[in-house]
């Protein structure tokens, strides 16, 4: 029994590094309003992302804008085309996407399923954005997304604000070096969020409700 307080030593060094390990988000950029993190992972050589940001308008308007996937080319980051494949629930899809790259390095695409969901107490609406393998072909001269997740956590404030934590780890496959990867994952996630601020408000969007979500 003597061992028992070094076991309790051991383990509580052990549950500090793990969260160290979980909370190691390196602020990269703050500019307008919009935190740009980025935290290294042993899985893939480009970075996990975190953007934190807050936002003027109702958290049904962001959910429209992202719905509607076939004007994401309009103000996501070097957004080469995007298309709606099917509607699979009123709060959920499956699109298509290609990611232009810098010469020489081939463009990516993928095929993603985004679903919306919300929290009937506090409000606060998810939005999950996963790669689907399978539901097309390869295509020729691009390089097809592996792995992608992506989540909108979307917390209504008063005053007509909510805020954003957004996270996107992915594995853009090979041949572009981790550093020009890793530059794409600071400026991509700014460039977009000052973008969406701006698409927000535009009419189409401005007054939008859904039947599953509570502003």
Request: proline share 5%; net charge positive.
């Amino acid at each position: 029994m003597k061992s028992a307080p070094y076991l309790l030593v051991f383990l509580c060094m052990v549950f500090q590094i793990s969260v160290k390990s979980q909370e190691d988000w390196v602020l990269r950029k703050d500019n307008d309003g919009i935190k740009v993190f980025s935290k290294k992972t042993e899985k893939f050589k480009i970075n996990e992302i975190k953007v934190e940001s807050t936002f003027d308008g109702r958290i049904s308007q962001l959910a429209a804008v992202l719905l509607d996937v076939n004007n994401h080319r309009q103000w996501v980051y070097r957004s080469a085309s995007s298309q709606l494949l099917k509607m699979l629930t009123p709060a959920s899809l499956l699109y298509y996407s290609e990611t232009e790259c810098p010469w020489p390095f081939e463009n990516r695409d993928l095929v993603m399923q985004l679903a919306i969901t919300q929290n009937a107490e506090n409000k606060v609406m998810m939005i999950e954005i996963k790669n689907v393998d399978g539901y097309l072909p390869d295509k020729k001269n691009l390089v097809r997304i592996k792995y992608l997740r992506t989540t909108w956590t979307v917390s209504p404030l008063r005053n007509n604000q909510f805020k954003v934590d957004y996270r996107i780890q992915v594995d853009p496959g090979t041949g572009v070096p981790a550093w020009l990867l890793n530059i794409f994952a600071i400026n991509g996630p700014y460039d977009t969020f000052v973008n969406l601020k701006k698409e927000i408000k535009l009419p189409q969007y401005a007054e939008a409700t859904f039947p599953f979500l509570i502003d």
